[in-house]
């Protein structure tokens, strides 16, 4: 099977704008392709894995990729996908996050001699002089069709600012730069793209008078179309430091029963026939698969010691086995402590268990906090310096664990 028949049969192609040609391109390894990555963040986070596998995926098939950092970009902010405008970041903010991306696409795209490019949109979009922008591109947009774009039309009750109008353009003319300077001729990303990859093909038709292609995938829904990668303590991170790769692994270990063949399919590069005869897979089996695919993603985000560790730590938890070894740990220092102790609000947070106070206080009113096997129901439960050397474990709802502990 060659790679467009294998991305077909794991359902990751959403829209292609020339599937014939697409077909030809990658499967012969012949395509120089792009995504781009708006540093909006210091980690790049679940959904972003996605792009990186399908990067991945097609460079071992021969093809070529280009990581866009989106240094310029993330000024402007896109609303692809957005009820409200980004949070803007200084350019200091965009550049630290931007250098924290490049370790982590690292792991999973061979940069080596030639075999991929990584380049920073804020090298020619911060150049532009807007009259020449204007003037040089701005015809090749009907203000019309862009409003019927569905990254625009889902903002317009809400209010669309004139900074993100722009977006369309800005990530238009990344398309169009790449293609002249590098001979970038398709752009990848996902289906929330499809509008922006659209109006870089069209640009540049209406300029160059060549075709240039665009392929979108699918992006990771649950089976009640909600979108993954979303936890009580938000986003599900691929730095270690901000979701660790025991909770990494207990978020896959822990998705609904109809989720995981899907994402298998669309996540691990686990050889369908096994992934077919997974989906076979009843009752006590689905654990097992769980385990499979947990596994799988934690290895490929975080090496095959973490996830190894991860998963004899879930093991011990929930199977009786030396629990304390394997059980993610949050480090408190002296000063972080008031009047020398500190909350249970404050711990439940610190440890993220909990995204906020807020968050907190409604999981000890709900009855789901237990610390040292004892229900904590008091919202004002203090633990003093003394009990946080000794350590405490925490525990919110049935499966999620940290111990907090002094140093």
């Known amino acids: 099977m060659q790679i467009f028949e294998e991305l077909k049969a794991r359902g990751l192609i959403a829209q292609l704008t020339d599937e014939e040609e697409i077909r030809e391109l990658i499967n012969a390894g012949k395509a120089t392709f792009y995504i781009g990555f708006d540093a909006t963040a210091d980690s790049l986070h679940i959904g972003h894995f996605m792009a990186l596998n399908l990067m991945r995926r097609l460079q071992l098939a021969g093809n070529r990729p280009i990581a866009l950092l989106g240094g310029g970009t993330t ?26 991306f490049k370790v982590q696409m690292s792991k999973f795209i061979d940069f080596s001699e030639g075999k991929a490019l990584m380049l920073n949109n804020a090298d020619w979009l911060l150049k532009l002089n807007y009259i020449e922008l204007l003037r040089d591109v701005g015809a090749c947009f009907s203000v019309n069709n862009m409003l019927r774009a569905e990254c625009y039309k889902q903002r317009m009750e ?44 069209e640009l540049i038709r209406r300029k160059l008078g060549k075709n240039a292609y665009g392929m979108t995938i699918t992006l990771l829904l649950t089976s009640e179309g909600k979108k993954m990668g979303k936890t009580q303590a938000g986003a599900v991170w691929l730095d270690p430091n901000k979701t660790s790769p025991y909770e990494f692994y207990q978020y896959w ?51 095959e010691e973490e996830a190894r560790r991860a998963r004899e730590g879930a093991r011990a938890i929930f199977g009786g086995g030396n629990a304390a070894e394997h059980m993610p740990e949050t480090v408190l220092t002296e000063d972080e402590l008031t009047d020398g102790a500190a909350d249970i609000l404050a711990l439940l947070v610190k440890s993220g268990l909990c995204a906020s106070r807020s968050d907190a206080r409604r999981n ?30 925490l525990r919110r709802g049935k499966k999620n664990y940290n111990r907090v502990i002094l140093k």
């Open 253 to 303: 270990r822990n998705i609904d029963d109809a989720d995981v063949v899907n994402c298998l399919r669309k996540m691990t590069f686990l050889p369908l026939e096994q992934i077919d005869e997974m989906a076979t897979w009843k009752d006590a089996k689905i654990n097992e698969a769980k385990e499979v695919l947990a596994t799988e993603l934690t290895s490929l985000v975080h090496g």
């Open 158 to 201: 809400r209010g669309l600012s004139f900074l993100e109008f722009n977006y369309m353009i800005m990530q238009s003319y990344d398309f169009y730069h790449m293609f002249k300077e590098y001979g970038c001729m398709m752009q990848c990303g996902g289906d929330d793209q499809w509008s922006n990859i659209l109006g870089g093909t």
């Open 364 to 393: 000890v009113q709900q009855g789901g906090v237990t610390a040292n096997d004892e229900k904590v129901d008091d919202i004002a439960r203090s633990f003093t310096a003394d009990e946080l050397r000794a350590g405490v474990v």
């Open 75 to 100: 000024m402007v902010g896109d609303p692809s996908g957005r009820t409200d405008m980004r949070q803007m970041l200084t350019p200091e903010q965009i550049q630290s996050n931007a250098e924290k």
